[in-house]
């Protein structure tokens, strides 16, 4: 898959918006190692996507970075075995992310119906 392929199948946002995801020029030199910028995002969404790449056996080194304190990017770096690509990790890893974030959202609905916990005001004192 060609890198102008792979920005529309990630990214399908108007070309005026910003892009939310793009791979950083020069950093995939082979289809298994790539560098992926995430716009308007931290260490929250950082860190849990790089622990969901872990989580794939095809995956061999996965880490995220903040480039500046002042920057709201987050660069993922991600190396696969040679049965996979880096964008196929990086797409199975926002799926795999997602599916675990709809899984706990069901999870709390469902006990938030059960009605089956105490709730206290708090006192101001």
Known sequence: MS?????????????????????VPKTMIEPQCATFRLTDEDHTLG???????MKN???????????????TATNIRVQ???????????LK???DLSNICRHVIHSVQVELAKGEFEYEEESIM
């Open 3 to 23: 890198t102008s392929k792979l920005v529309r199948k990630i990214d399908k946002s108007p070309k005026s918006e910003k892009k939310k995801l793009i791979i």
């Open 80 to 90: 696969t075995s040679e049965k996979s690509t880096a964008v196929e990790a990086m």
């Open 47 to 53: 860190n849990a996507l790089r622990w969901t790449l």
């Open 57 to 71: 056996s095809e995956v061999d080194f996965a880490s995220y970075s903040i480039p500046h304190p002042s920057e």
């Open 93 to 95: 890893g926002l799926d």
